[in-house]
Structures are given as C-alpha cells and as structure tokens.
C-alpha cells in the first residue's frame, strides 16, 4: 500500500473549515471532525493521514518533514519563515495583521515607540522600513490589554472583525499587511511524494476556485 500523505491541521475553527476543504476536494477522514481525544486520523483509501497541531506549530511540523503538508497562516510564515514550499493561497481564515492603540494615542517621532505584539520579527521589520525606535513588548495572547493598561503605546496584532479592537476602545491605525491560510509542503516531501500532493493541491485549487 502506497504511504499516507501525512497532513498538519490547525487545531480549531479555522482548522475545521479547511478540513472540509479537504474532506470536499476527495480526501475525507469523518472521524477527524469526531469529539475525541485522538490526535492522528488515517483514511488509507483516500490515502491521507490528519493530525491537529496548535495554529503556529504547523510549519514546524511541515519544515522537518513530521508532516509532508499543512496549513498555516500567512502571518506565522511571515513571522518565522520556515523553509517551505508555499502552494496554496486558500483564501480563508482571512484577515490583517495592524497597528492599533487607544483612540486619543497621539504619536510624535521624539520617542521610542512601545509596542506590544506576538509578532515581534515582523514588528521589527515593519519599522525598521520606517526608520522608527522601538520598544517591542513580546506578548503571547490578550495583546489588546498591553495599551488599555499603559504596558505599550501600540500594538501589532491580528485584526479579523475588529470586534475585540471596538469592545475596548481600541482603534486600528495602519494596515501591516493581509493574511490568509496557505498550504505549504515539506520540501524533500515535494519531491518524493509530488504525485499525492499535486492532487491535493488540484483538489484544494477546484475548492478555493468554487467560492469565488
Ligand atoms: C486574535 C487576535 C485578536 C483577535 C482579533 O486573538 O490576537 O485578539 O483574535 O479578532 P477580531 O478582530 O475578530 O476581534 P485570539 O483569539 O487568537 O486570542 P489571543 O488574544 O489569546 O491571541
């Protein structure tokens, strides 16, 4: 029997939905959706093998060959450019990465600008391309509290509805830039197992073409 494509999930909504993607484009595993305690879900007749990481895990899955394809949020390849093949802007999970502080925050260039972020290479970067001083304040969840409690100036952060920004009168000022789920390959795995992934991507590329 031909081996499994081994597939790294997001655990969660987003995960869910992309799951169906699959499940829609032929490789279905039902028992992956099943309230469960498993973590690994096989279908050798569609010749697919799920497993739930944490959202930012995935690319390390995918990176050292422990997955031969997963999905991941444009935001954490930007973050820690994993060595991956990006195959697939799947066209959901879609949202920003943005500035966004207090409403009355007035910024003036005589300061180092502190801000709070999960994101501190590509808050780096971000201001580096503006010649900006920063204090960059790494946080790893509940970013929105560090301006409403003075922790920092700003902050750098996932925007999708707005709602958690709007529900604490915080404000977004500057678009970083747009994020979406891609699929991304192993690199050796790219190669070895071409024929399988192609066809997942075919199928998923049909998915992402649907719902235009
Ligand atoms: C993300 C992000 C924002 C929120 C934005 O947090 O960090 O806090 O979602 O979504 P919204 O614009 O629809 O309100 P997440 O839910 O991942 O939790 P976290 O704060 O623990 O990172």
């Known amino acids: 029997m031909a081996e499994l494509l081994q597939i790294a999930l997001p655990k969660g909504r987003l995960g869910e939905k992309v799951y169906r993607m699959f499940a829609a ?40 060959g422990a997955a031969d394809i997963g999905v991941v949020g444009k935001d954490v390849l930007m ?28 910024d003036y260039t005589g300061h180092t600008l502190r801000v709070a972020t999960k994101f501190p290479n590509i808050t780096m970067e971000y201001y580096r391309q503006k010649c900006r001083d920063i204090d960059i304040i790494k946080l790893n969840g509940s970013i929105e509290l560090a301006p409403i409690l003075g922790l920092s100036d700003v902050i ?34 790219y190669q070895f197992k071409y024929q399988a992934i192609s066809r997942v991507l075919s199928g998923l590329r049909e998915q992402v073409e649907a719902v235009k």
């Open 79 to 106: 973050e820690y450019r994993p060595e991956v093949f990006e195959l697939l802007d799947l066209k959901t999970g879609v949202c920003r990465l943005a500035v966004a502080g207090k409403k009355d925050f007035r």
């Open 25 to 64: 484009a032929g490789f279905e595993c039902p028992e992956a959706l099943e309230d469960t305690r498993k973590l690994i879900f096989e279908n050798p007749a569609a010749g697919v093998c799920y497993f739930w990481v944490k959202p930012s895990d995935v690319a390390i899955y995918v990176e050292r």
């Open 156 to 189: 750098l952060d996932i925007v999708e509805t707005g709602k958690t920004l709007y529900e604490n009168n915080l404000e977004p000022f500057e678009t970083v830039a747009p994020v979406s789920a891609r699929l991304v390959a192993n690199c050796a795995a």
